[in-house]
């Protein structure tokens, strides 16, 4: 089962920046790529933004595109958070994904970390 582990997360003022990463035992052809998901308590988890793991395309969900980039250096997923809003705070996930990938609010994960808080407030 390949293991998942974020950090980066923190509180930051609206307009901010955040780098979030996540560390991957392995990648593998069982799922598609990896990609970031946040979830606030109460709601459903939204995907915010994934990378094929061969082909290297990137998606994001609307909520964030322009202002979110990821990126992959070896066993590292990076997600680049800038011009936060008071509305990305919440836990954000690494996670595999498994189908989905081109509309991400609503993608599949199969395995995922801890997660890490982000929060932006004034």
């Known amino acids: 089962q390949v293991q998942l582990l974020e950090s980066g997360g923190g509180s930051v003022q609206p307009g901010g920046s955040l780098r979030l990463s996540c560390i991957v035992s392995?990648?593998?052809?069982?799922?598609?790529?990896i990609g970031w998901f946040r979830q606030v308590p109460g709601q459903e988890r939204e995907g915010v933004s994934c990378?094929?793991?061969?082909?290297?395309r990137t998606y994001y969900a609307d909520s964030v595109k322009g202002r979110f980039t990821i990126s992959r250096d070896k066993h590292l997923v990076y997600l680049q958070m800038n011009n936060l809003k008071p509305e990305d705070t919440a836990v954000y996930y690494c996670?595999?994904?498994?189908?989905?990938?081109?509309?991400?609010?609503?993608?599949?994960?199969?395995?995922w970390g801890q997660g890490t808080q982000v929060t932006v407030s004034s």
């Open positions: 996670g595999t994904v498994t189908a989905g990938w081109y509309f991400l609010p609503s993608a599949d994960f199969g395995s």
């Open positions: 990378i094929g793991t061969n082909d290297g």
């Open positions: 392995e990648f593998t052809l069982n799922y598609y790529g």
